[in-house]
């Protein structure tokens, strides 16, 4: 077993203790023998595991908000491209100016309907990294928190983020809504 798989598991056990008990928590996040985990087959079979397990246990709300919570900082990833963005952001004169200062780096971000979509053109999570596709977007819904992270600290206000594409449920791209209640687009 990875030191990355015990840490994800350690993430989905809290936060599934958030929203239940510690029997449903204990079952979902340690219930597959992770200490057998080895290679990429073995790794998708349980974050079917868990997809499905929670799926079976949950409403689609509450398996956001548990999965939201168990993003990664990627070894500073995260803090990262918090700043990058941050500071790309406030070097901006207009929301427009920052997603076309964006999108010179190679971001793909566009605003239709008064919201920020951004993109991914390859999976971003490190346990997906040898998993082919999934069945759903239960596993996928970690990255509404990780960018939530990011876009929170950027724009200095809550904001609100569906996954509208994810490539690991079969699109080309992984896709956010990102909704700014404080800034005008």
Known sequence: MTKLIQNEADKLYDNIFKHSNHETAKKIAYG???DTISNGSEKEDWVKYVSSELEKRFDEQ?????????????????DQSKEFIRNVYKSSSSIKDFVDKMNEHGAGWYIEDGKL?????????????????LPSKTWCYCTIGYNKQIFEYAFDCEVDIELVESIKTGSSQCLMKVTLPDINL
């Open 32 to 34: 597959f023998d992770i």
């Open 62 to 78: 509450t398996i956001k908000k548990i999965r939201m919570g168990c993003y990664c900082n990627e070894n500073g990833k995260l």
């Open 117 to 133: 979509f951004t993109k991914y053109f390859s999976c971003p999570c490190p346990m997906l990294d040898k998993v082919g596709e």
